[in-house]
Each structure stands twice: as structure tokens, then as C-alpha cells.
């Protein structure tokens, strides 16, 4: 599970800078972000599998809210990939490209840290 979010990191930086870099929602900027989350939510769902289900921690609860902002991300994405892929996208679909990567990779980074020093606060 772990690998797979593993490698939803490169494939998110990748579309973000393609996103950034062109100002359009291209076939190349949707598919990164889709593969991207294709692996986020296996993995998540692998760690899921492997985990306890008798109560929510931090770090899950943190992670579930990543997934629900990336997946609205992306249908935002391919609504302007499916309207016009050519056409610039406006400035706030890239403002909310780079808050909703950051906060995944704050969440994502998080996960290692709590990892590291064995601590994962149990909210539920």
C-alpha cells in the first residue's frame, strides 16, 4: 500500500508542473493526475486492508480529506480537458491545483513523520 502512495507522489508533481508549465488541462496534465490518484487510492485501500478498522486516526482522517480534495481536482480537470483542452484554464483552477497538492503532500509527509516517531492519535 505504502509504495503505491509512494508513486502517486511523482505522478502528481508531474502533472503539476505540466498544469503550471502549460495552463491547460491537456491529456498529458489529466492523465498524470488520474494515474496519480489510481495509485493513491489503491494504496490507501491496501493500507486500509491492512490496518484496523476500530477506530479513525489523525493521519486517516487527514488522508481521506486528501483524497476527497484530489478527486475533485481531477473532475474539475477533465471538465475543462472535455469543454476545450487548448483553452488556458483560469487562474483559480491553478491557484486550487497548487493548495490541494500542497496539502496532499503536507498529509503525505505527515504520514512518514508519523511513521518515524510511532505516534498516530486516535480521533474516533
Excluded: Q
Amino acid at each position: 500500500g505504502i509504495a503505491l502512495v509512494i508513486l502517486a507522489l511523482p505522478l502528481y508533481a508531474a502533472g503539476l508542473y505540466y498544469l503550471r508549465k502549460r495552463n491547460v488541462a491537456d491529456k498529458t496534465v489529466v492523465y498524470l493526475f488520474s494515474a496519480g490518484y489510481l495509485a493513491d487510492m489503491s494504496g490507501t485501500v491496501g493500507m486500509m486492508a491492512g490496518g484496523s478498522a476500530e477506530s479513525l486516526t489523525l493521519h486517516e482522517a487527514l488522508g481521506y480529506s486528501a483524497l476527497i480534495l484530489m478527486c475533485a481536482l481531477i473532475v474539475i480537470l477533465w471538465r475543462y480537458r472535455l469543454l476545450d483542452e487548448n483553452e488556458p484554464l483560469p487562474r483559480y483552477v491553478r491557484i486550487l491545483a497548487m493548495i490541494i497538492c500542497g496539502w496532499w503532500l503536507a498529509v503525505f509527509l505527515s504520514g512518514f513523520a508519523l511513521r518515524i516517531f510511532g505516534v498516530n492519535p486516535v480521533i474516533g
